[in-house]
């Protein structure tokens, strides 16, 4: 067991970096030997806990360029840099984007979420990430760039396992890019909690077309049910195209529940996972169906 | 009595500086050349240590002392924990300052350091380098019974303490019962989980007293550091700060010795605070218990037996587990009237983390058990839940199961039926998935300290000659308004408005001793000897003032800062020119006076007959739940309490220590869970152990009942405690209604809801 003394113990070289290519250069340089910092919510608790050494630590919150969020009609990019808590009061993600919206609102405490970025809780790659099934479901990609120059990554690819994403070691996230969703589309989040605030014990995600009474595109993730944030293609597949029906969502939230193995940790138990992931399934669909003006 | 003063709402003085944040709490405190302290933990929770090797971290730079048990002059104490009378060796214990050979749990202190900065001290505990043998252990007090168990400690059982209660013939009865209920529950540990964590700072002052400036609810174990020592109980002092939340946690010796250690040795001053998950590993829990109960009743809904078997887990050290236990043992029948008792209880060691008190103390514990076997008997004779308890509560006149009288007032029928009736007519279920459910449970607990401990409180009033008035006590205020509570009795009693008065709290050394914030006693013992304080200054002010106003004593009343003629209203004195002339006249107005309690002897057989405490306080809690059917999780949407409070001194406060002990039995009902697997801790940070938040509880709606039949000052009775009952079963028995399943060990997780739902439906 691991206990928060709230000592850095270890030494580190503390680097702060006003500007992109200030970061991208330390990152460069201290290849492999530094740690990025954000918000700090999750990575110093690691490192007081002595669960995570490092030589360099790069704080990034300060460089004003990725600390923003800009929509235009159709597509939305943030800034990697920005608070939760920023996101969560943004007025255009709140009336477009209510899977993003509902997993920020549910994070957290206040203090944290001003703290805390959504790089950060993207980067820090756990599979409870409630970032994580909203960026999902709207086929976000991610800008991960180094002095070697930029690529662009679908969010869907970028975790690997707990803890892990493709992020290489002199890499930096430095944006988030929700594509055009296109018309009459909807989207839901859902946790379930132990206390208000707290780690999901299970979440999902919903983001689906409506054309008529048929569903359009359609994409699911859910979150603290595998060792990363995963989409369920069987269960899109199920209703994508079909029309819009109560016995349809049942389908694909049982056939969802089927796909998914869970595993019991102090939060929950598999079991407890599998049984209500098609409850909170079946309520995200129902809620997205009808923010994109389908009726049931 | 008509009171201008007592009986007011106001706001406590210490509540400005406190939302300011301004007020020095323990480790708000610092020392020129201060050092820093910091503890090494056992990595087992059963282990032999062979050797403990200091050199490594003695070298470190900065580094000031490192002490081991060997370094303590008395490591090993027999310990009656705070208590100053002498009660036997049944309710001692071993006190160990710091682990020799035989480790006993988990993070059980066996060194410290004190060094130049924290960081220092946390690199020479990794420098300090133990062999252990880990040793097998046991963690289930079951097993811990067995013949061939492991032993914790040193004594060849693990048995701390056993009671018996017997009254009537149960076997018979049992025969004679129309319904029985049999169920086994079960309670896990709860951690207090206070904001404040254990801190303190310790000096020597010039006069070579060690001194400690703490958080804790007893500076009485000024006398245990001494001993610790070796030196004389004089040369100890401990100040108490204000302290931020206690429970019962901060009741036991905490970091006192530790600090008393390093000062004494480096001669420096030390500070220790601990950390959160430090704080966890550190400090006693609630007992955890298994509860068996029998309950038997006729067909109308009569209680005639009560068989019931409780088992505690002490943990690994004494500590006050027999006291809890004797509490568990005269409240395991709670509230009724039943013929027909047998009550078996049992206190025993494992290598889990040690219990102690927790706000409750063992009254708690079996609540839950009988409230649920209440409401399952009265679903089996379809009874509603208040029914089945008017039946059977206890009335006025009434025995205790230990042939004990009730004194005061027994007011179980009327906050039963003022907070049922509060829930008012019943909602419909809002939503096809979400059900309602509503549950009833009552409680008694005693205030003030067990009868056979001889409990004393002393008070100090001393009027100034402007007429301001300061107060002296020994109290420790752990934020529930103890020390306001004193104040605004000396402020009825004298005609002085608050804000004339201070009072100065908490020093061994400079204040009398008003015993242990512990126990709901403090209204009870410190405002009845402050009340009695007041009363002999006040006394002598009539004396006086009857002869400056040539008035009849009888007709003198004090209002204003003014002693005034009831008669002639116009013919008064202000209060400062009597005391001027008292002073004058070579009469100092001062006084400090004494309460004592009611005295019984120490028990001597394990069967408990008699009175064991002085009185007792009930109450009820009536909630509503919501339950979602699919997914198992509880809202608790109303929750009602009416708690017969004899006389709120401040009502304001008796609220808040109403919603603060149901906000409490919240989390003890649906989310903490002190999770330990063979010694070792799962839940060791609050983002395992979970309380519910601002976000997770209902607006707590509170119903004062006031009998005036306490034994406190103006009637009042002791609240702190007693505010823990009756929440949780109320939640337990709510989702029964609403769900149809009875859950039977705490937390009620919605794993447990969903799947007990599941299991029925198949």
Same mark, same amino acid.
Request: hydrophobic share 40%.
């Given at each position: 067991?691991?206990?928060?003394t709230k000592?850095?113990a270890?030494?580190?070289?503390?680097l702060?970096?006003?500007?992109?290519?200030e970061?991208l250069?330390?990152?460069?340089?201290?290849?492999g030997?530094?740690k990025?910092l954000?918000?700090?919510?999750?990575?110093?608790?690691?490192m007081?806990?002595?669960?995570?050494?490092?030589?360099?630590?790069?704080?990034?919150?300060?460089?004003?360029?990725?600390?923003?969020?800009i929509?235009?009609?159709?597509?939305?990019r943030?800034g990697?840099m920005?608070s939760l808590?920023s996101?969560?009061?943004?007025?255009?993600?709140?009336?477009?984007?209510?899977?993003?919206?509902e997993a920020?609102r549910?994070?957290?405490?206040t203090?944290v979420?001003?703290m805390a970025?959504i790089?950060?809780?993207?980067?820090n790659?756990?599979?409870a990430a409630?970032?994580a099934?909203?960026?999902?479901?709207?086929?976000?990609?991610l800008?991960?760039?180094?002095i070697r120059?930029d690529?662009?990554?679908?969010?869907e690819?970028?975790?690997v396992?707990?803890?892990?994403?493709?992020?290489?070691?002199d890499e930096?996230?430095t944006e988030?890019?929700l594509?055009?969703?296109g018309?009459?589309i909807?989207?839901?989040?859902?946790k379930?909690g132990?206390?208000s605030?707290d780690?999901a014990?299970?979440?999902?995600?919903?983001?689906?077309?409506?054309?008529?009474?048929?569903v359009?595109?359609?994409?699911i993730a859910?979150?603290?049910?595998a060792?990363?944030p995963?989409?369920?293609?069987?269960?899109?597949?199920?209703?994508k195209?079909?029309?819009m029906?109560?016995?349809l969502i049942?389908?694909?939230?049982?056939a969802?529940?089927?796909?998914?193995?869970p595993?019991t940790?102090k939060?929950?138990?598999?079991?407890?996972?599998q049984?209500v992931?098609?409850?909170?399934?079946?309520?995200?669909i129902?809620?997205?169906?009808?923010?994109a003006?389908g009726e049931l | 009595?008509?009171?201008s003063?007592?009986?007011?709402?106001?706001?406590?003085?210490?509540?400005y500086t406190?939302?300011?944040?301004?007020i020095?709490y323990?480790?708000?405190?610092s020392?020129p050349?201060?050092l820093?302290?910091?503890?090494l933990r056992?990595k087992y929770p059963a282990a032999?240590i062979i050797?403990?090797?200091?050199?490594r971290a003695?070298?470190?730079p900065g580094?000031?002392?490192v002490?081991?048990?060997?370094?303590?002059?008395?490591n090993?104490?027999?310990?009656?924990?705070?208590?100053?009378?002498?009660?036997?060796p049944?309710?001692e214990?071993?006190?160990?300052v710091? $682990?020799?050979?035989?480790?006993?749990?988990?993070?059980? $202190?066996?060194? =410290?350091v004190?060094?130049?900065?924290e960081?220092?001290?946390?690199?020479?505990?990794?420098?300090?380098?133990?062999?252990?043998?880990?040793?097998?252990g046991v963690f289930?007090p079951?097993e811990a019974?067995?013949q061939?168990a492991?032993?914790v400690?040193?004594n060849?059982t693990?048995?701390?303490?056993?009671?018996?209660?017997?009254?009537?013939?149960?076997?018979?009865a049992f025969?004679?019962?129309d319904?029985?209920?049999e169920?086994?529950?079960s309670?896990p540990?709860k951690d207090?989980a206070?904001?404040?964590?254990?801190?303190g700072?310790a000096?020597v002052?010039?006069?070579?007293i060690i001194t400690?400036?703490?958080?804790?609810?007893?500076?009485?174990h000024?006398r245990?550091?001494?001993?610790?020592l070796?030196i004389p109980?004089?040369?100890?002092r401990?100040?108490?700060?204000?302290?931020g939340?206690?429970f019962g946690g901060k009741e036991d010796?905490?970091v006192?010795s530790f600090l008393a250690?390093?000062?004494w040795k480096?001669?420096?001053?030390?500070?220790?605070?601990?950390?959160r998950?430090e704080?966890f590993?550190?400090?006693?829990?609630?007992?955890?218990f298994?509860?068996?109960?029998?309950?038997?009743?006729?067909?109308?809904?009569?209680?005639? $037996?009560?068989?019931t078997e409780?088992?505690a887990?002490?943990g690994a050290?004494?500590?006050l587990?027999?006291w809890?236990?004797?509490?568990?043992?005269?409240?395991?029948?709670?509230?009724y009237?039943?013929?027909n008792?047998?009550?078996?209880?049992?206190?025993?060691?494992?290598?889990?983390?040690?219990?102690s008190?927790?706000?409750?103390f063992?009254?708690?514990?079996?609540n839950?058990?009988?409230e649920s076997q209440m409401?399952?008997?009265?679903r089996?004779?379809? =009874?509603?839940p208040l029914?089945?308890?008017?039946k059977?509560?206890l009335q006025?006149?009434d025995?205790?199961?230990t042939?004990?009288?009730?004194?005061?007032?027994?007011?179980?029928?009327e906050v039963a039926?003022?907070?049922w009736?509060?829930?008012g007519?019943?909602r419909a279920?809002?939503?096809?998935?979400?059900k309602?459910?509503r549950?009833l449970?009552?409680?008694?607990m005693?205030?003030g300290?067990l009868?056979?401990?001889?409990d004393t409180?002393?008070?100090?009033?001393?009027?100034?000659?402007?007429?301001?008035?300061?107060?002296r006590?020994?109290?420790p205020?752990l934020?529930?308004?103890?020390?306001q509570?004193?104040?605004?009795?000396a402020?009825e009693?004298?005609?002085?408005p608050?804000?004339?008065?201070?009072?100065?709290?908490?020093?061994?050394s400079?204040?009398?001793?008003?015993?242990t914030?512990?126990?709901t006693r403090?209204?009870y013992?410190?405002?009845?000897a402050?009340?009695?304080?007041?009363?002999?200054?006040?006394?002598r002010?009539i004396?006086k003032?009857?002869?400056?106003?040539k008035a009849?004593?009888t007709?003198?009343?004090?209002?204003?800062?003014?002693i005034?003629?009831?008669?002639?209203?116009?013919?008064?004195?202000a209060?400062?020119?009597?005391?001027?002339?008292?002073s004058?006249?070579?009469?100092?107005?001062?006084?400090?006076a004494?309460?004592n309690a009611?005295?019984?002897?120490?028990?001597v057989?394990?069967?408990i007959?008699?009175?064991?405490?002085a009185?007792f306080?009930f109450?009820a809690?009536a909630v509503?739940?919501a339950i979602?059917?699919?997914?198992?999780e509880?809202?608790?949407e109303?929750a009602?309490?009416?708690?017969?409070?004899?006389k709120?001194?401040?009502?304001?406060?008796v609220?808040?220590?109403l919603?603060?002990?149901g906000?409490?039995s919240i989390g003890?009902?649906l989310?903490e869970?002190?999770?330990?697997?063979?010694?070792?801790?799962?839940s060791?940070?609050?983002?395992?152990?979970?309380?519910?938040?601002?976000l997770?509880?209902?607006d707590i709606?509170?119903i004062?009942?006031?009998?005036?039949a306490?034994?406190?000052?103006?009637?009042?009775k002791?609240?702190g405690?007693?505010?823990c009952?009756a929440?949780?079963?109320?939640?337990?028995?709510?989702i029964?209604?609403?769900v149809?399943v009875?859950i039977?060990?705490l937390?009620?997780?919605p794993e447990?809801?969903l799947? $007990?739902?599941l299991?029925?439906i198949?």
């Amino acid at each position: 067991m691991k206990t928060n003394t709230k000592i850095l113990a270890s030494e580190f070289e503390y680097l702060e970096c006003p500007t992109l290519a200030e970061a991208l250069n330390c990152l460069s340089k201290y290849n492999g030997k530094a740690k990025i910092l954000a918000g700090g919510t999750d990575l110093l608790i690691k490192m007081k806990s002595g669960l995570l050494q490092c030589q360099y630590l790069i704080f990034v919150k300060k460089i004003e360029a990725l600390n923003y969020l800009i929509s235009d009609k159709k597509t939305l990019r943030i800034g990697p840099m920005i608070s939760l808590r920023s996101i969560e009061k943004n007025e255009q993600v709140k009336a477009y984007y209510s899977a993003l919206f509902e997993a920020v609102r549910s994070m957290a405490a206040t203090s944290v979420k001003n703290m805390a970025t959504i790089g950060g809780n993207l980067c820090n790659g756990s599979p409870a990430a409630d970032t994580a099934p909203p960026l999902l479901v709207y086929g976000a990609t991610l800008k991960l760039s180094s002095i070697r120059g930029d690529r662009i990554v679908p969010v869907e690819e970028f975790f690997v396992g707990p803890s892990q994403t493709v992020l290489e070691s002199d890499e930096l996230l430095t944006e988030i890019c929700l594509p055009d969703l296109g018309d009459q589309i909807g989207s839901s989040f859902l946790k379930l909690g132990r206390v208000s605030a707290d780690i999901a014990k299970i979440n999902v995600a919903v983001c689906l077309n409506r054309t008529g009474k048929s569903v359009g595109n359609c994409r699911i993730a859910f979150g603290s049910v595998a060792p990363t944030p995963i989409r369920i293609p069987e269960a899109e597949e199920i209703l994508k195209g079909q029309e819009m029906s109560d016995e349809l969502i049942v389908k694909a939230a049982k056939a969802a529940a089927g796909l998914i193995k869970p595993i019991t940790d102090k939060r929950s138990t598999n079991s407890y996972r599998q049984q209500v992931s098609k409850v909170i399934l079946e309520e995200g669909i129902r809620s997205a169906w009808q923010r994109a003006g389908g009726e049931l | 009595m008509e009171t201008s003063v007592v009986g007011k709402g106001l706001p406590k003085f210490d509540a400005y500086t406190k939302a300011k944040g301004t007020i020095a709490y323990a480790d708000d405190f610092s020392l020129p050349g201060m050092l820093y302290a910091k503890v090494l933990r056992s990595k087992y929770p059963a282990a032999m240590i062979i050797s403990i090797n200091t050199a490594r971290a003695k070298s470190l730079p900065g580094v000031h002392a490192v002490m081991t048990g060997k370094d303590v002059p008395h490591n090993n104490l027999r310990a009656k924990f705070g208590q100053s009378t002498d009660i036997g060796p049944n309710f001692e214990g071993l006190y160990r300052v710091l $682990a020799e050979e035989k480790v006993r749990f988990l993070g059980e $202190a066996i060194a =410290l350091v004190a060094a130049d900065s924290e960081k220092i001290a946390e690199e020479a505990l990794a420098l300090i380098d133990v062999i252990y043998e880990q040793l097998p252990g046991v963690f289930d007090p079951i097993e811990a019974l067995k013949q061939d168990a492991y032993l914790v400690g040193d004594n060849d059982t693990n048995l701390v303490s056993q009671f018996k209660i017997r009254q009537g013939d149960v076997e018979t009865a049992f025969k004679s019962a129309d319904v029985i209920v049999e169920n086994t529950y079960s309670v896990p540990f709860k951690d207090h989980a206070f904001l404040e964590p254990e801190s303190g700072v310790a000096w020597v002052d010039e006069n070579g007293i060690i001194t400690i400036r703490v958080c804790t609810q007893v500076i009485e174990h000024f006398r245990t550091v001494a001993e610790v020592l070796g030196i004389p109980h004089n040369h100890v002092r401990v100040i108490g700060t204000w302290v931020g939340g206690g429970f019962g946690g901060k009741e036991d010796i905490t970091v006192e010795s530790f600090l008393a250690l390093l000062t004494w040795k480096t001669k420096r001053p030390v500070k220790l605070t601990y950390t959160r998950e430090e704080s966890f590993l550190a400090h006693s829990k609630r007992h955890p218990f298994v509860m068996k109960y029998k309950t038997g009743a006729t067909k109308d809904g009569l209680l005639v $037996a009560l068989e019931t078997e409780l088992i505690a887990d002490s943990g690994a050290y004494t500590y006050l587990s027999p006291w809890v236990l004797l509490y568990a043992t005269v409240n395991a029948a709670g509230p009724y009237n039943i013929p027909n008792v047998k009550v078996d209880t049992v206190a025993v060691l494992t290598n889990n983390p040690f219990s102690s008190a927790y706000r409750g103390f063992g009254a708690v514990q079996p609540n839950f058990a009988y409230e649920s076997q209440m409401d399952e008997l009265a679903r089996i004779l379809d =009874l509603d839940p208040l029914t089945i308890r008017l039946k059977n509560c206890l009335q006025q006149g009434d025995t205790l199961t230990t042939g004990a009288d009730f004194g005061g007032s027994v007011a179980v029928r009327e906050v039963a039926e003022k907070a049922w009736q509060a829930l008012g007519p019943k909602r419909a279920d809002p939503g096809k998935h979400i059900k309602l459910g509503r549950g009833l449970a009552v409680g008694m607990m005693s205030y003030g300290r067990l009868t056979f401990l001889h409990d004393t409180s002393r008070s100090y009033i001393k009027l100034e000659l402007d007429g301001s008035v300061l107060m002296r006590s020994g109290i420790p205020d752990l934020g529930a308004g103890q020390a306001q509570a004193l104040v605004q009795i000396a402020a009825e009693e004298l005609g002085v408005p608050l804000e004339k008065i201070k009072i100065f709290t908490s020093d061994t050394s400079l204040t009398p001793l008003a015993g242990t914030s512990t126990a709901t006693r403090q209204l009870y013992m410190s405002g009845n000897a402050t009340l009695k304080a007041a009363r002999e200054v006040k006394e002598r002010l009539i004396n006086k003032a009857s002869v400056m106003l040539k008035a009849d004593k009888t007709d003198l009343k004090f209002e204003n800062e003014k002693i005034i003629r009831i008669s002639e209203p116009d013919k008064y004195l202000a209060l400062s020119t009597v005391i001027g002339q008292c002073s004058t006249d070579g009469d100092e107005l001062y006084s400090e006076a004494q309460f004592n309690a009611p005295f019984t002897e120490v028990p001597v057989s394990d069967v408990i007959t008699g009175q064991t405490f002085a009185d007792f306080t009930f109450g009820a809690y009536a909630v509503e739940v919501a339950i979602d059917e699919e997914t198992g999780e509880v809202n608790v949407e109303r929750a009602v309490t009416c708690y017969d409070v004899g006389k709120a001194i401040n009502p304001l406060n008796v609220e808040g220590q109403l919603e603060g002990g149901g906000v409490d039995s919240i989390g003890y009902a649906l989310t903490e869970n002190f999770v330990v697997e063979q010694g070792y801790l799962k839940s060791h940070s609050l983002a395992e152990y979970l309380l519910p938040t601002a976000l997770d509880v209902p607006d707590i709606e509170t119903i004062l009942v006031e009998s005036g039949a306490g034994i406190g000052p103006y009637g009042a009775k002791g609240i702190g405690e007693p505010a823990c009952n009756a929440m949780a079963p109320a939640i337990i028995n709510a989702i029964r209604d609403a769900v149809g399943v009875r859950i039977t060990s705490l937390p009620a997780t919605p794993e447990k809801i969903l799947f $007990a739902m599941l299991s029925r439906i198949k």
